[in-house]
């Protein structure tokens, strides 16, 4: 009996391969409904309102607090799509072809892109990190620290994921086959190649051949430190840098001296230096920079972040920075990720269905968490099913704290 080759059997296809092919949009928040009904634009924006944070009050006296209505902005500025096209005889006598050559290829492929855009979107903002650039982790001790770093920031215990670069992952298995682990956790380590289950005190495990390197930025011997007491907000004017040699890029973090996190449930300190995420690309002007950093320098309040501003003087140690010469080198660096769900959000939105005469179908799941669109118009001058399969796609940090980079 044969099946009859239609836009909507063809995207079913295709969203199958894409569910098979991905592993870090799959874990975070995804798919959102405000333009199921009403169809999207490149340009269009989805609001992510951010959980309040509270203040315990002390004694029985009523002490009001005002709410603090945050939003996260996640733009739509990605149409990504694959065009092709078939005969009509193809698509009457080929239709296990169509599905092999076609469809679950094309499934595969706009899930890496989606896979990798949203990826390195957002492992940029994430300033809490563990491990060495340049060198990959192979001590559990880095993913047990990672989850210090989660819990410093109030993460919850429950529902914490890792997506590892391939060599990190196969690095941990190897490491986890010495460690006395119940048998049947270790043979599928063993059998797998990779991390899987409950482990670490993180819920689950996968590899992600799509994760970012990072490159760092660069500076000849230098003694960076603060330039000016009592600083706050989302930069930092510093000085101290090798004039005309001192570069920094989005996503390179450092420390600040006495400058200590702190939870933010309970906000009291956690002991460890806050780590800070430079958040644009910046070079010195001799030998002195005004770094854009997240999280912003909060000394009380909901928001708050650190312990207490810095002095002035105090030192800032750059991440994989030499403290013997204080000397920086470009470095590349495999990032994966460990985070709670929240940290992050994926979108896909229903685009339009053409007009024009084009046949088209659209599925869109918020269990499998992806909306497609597939357009096909028949050319009468070549017989040929003229195909594009879009989607329309953003992606943003919703909160940073509830993710830490573990660097390879």
Known sequence: MNTIVTPSWVLKEVGRGYEN??????????????????????GNTVQYRLPQRWIVADGQALQSQPILDQTVPISLTNQKHIDFDWSSAQATTEIEAVQKRYTKPAGAALASVADAFAFNVVYRDVWNSVGTPGLTPSATLTYLQAGVKLSDMGAPDDGLIGVLDPMAMATIANTSSTLFNPPSTISGNYRKGQFGGMQL???????????????????????????????????????GWAAGASFLKKGDTF????????????????????????????????????????????????????????????????????????????????QSLMFHPDAFAFVTADLEKPIGGAESARISSSVSNLSLRIAKQWDVRTDKNITRIDMLIG?????????VRVVG
């Open 21 to 42: 092919s991905v592993k870090f949009i799959t874990n975070i928040r995804q798919y959102d409904n405000q333009y199921e009904f009403g169809g999207a634009k490149v």
């Open 201 to 239: 005190g993180f819920d689950e495990w996968y590899r992600d051949q799509n994760r970012p390197v990072h490159t760092t930025g660069t500076f000849t011997a230098s003694t960076p430190i603060v330039n000016g007491a009592s600083q706050t907000g989302s930069s930092l004017i510093t000085s």
């Open 255 to 334: 420390t600040i001296a006495n400058v200590f996190g702190v939870n933010t449930l309970s906000y009291v300190s956690t002991g460890r230096l806050q780590q800070f995420v430079v958040t644009s690309d910046i070079n010195d002007t001799a030998g002195a920079m005004t770094i854009p950093i997240s999280p912003a320098i909060v000394t009380s309040g909901p928001l708050q972040s650190v312990t207490a501003s810095p002095a002035n003087g105090a030192a800032l140690t750059v991440w994989a920075a030499n403290p013997a010469g204080g000397t920086l080198a470009t470095t590349a660096s495999p």
């Open 395 to 403: 992606a943003a940090t919703l909160q940073a704290r509830l993710a």
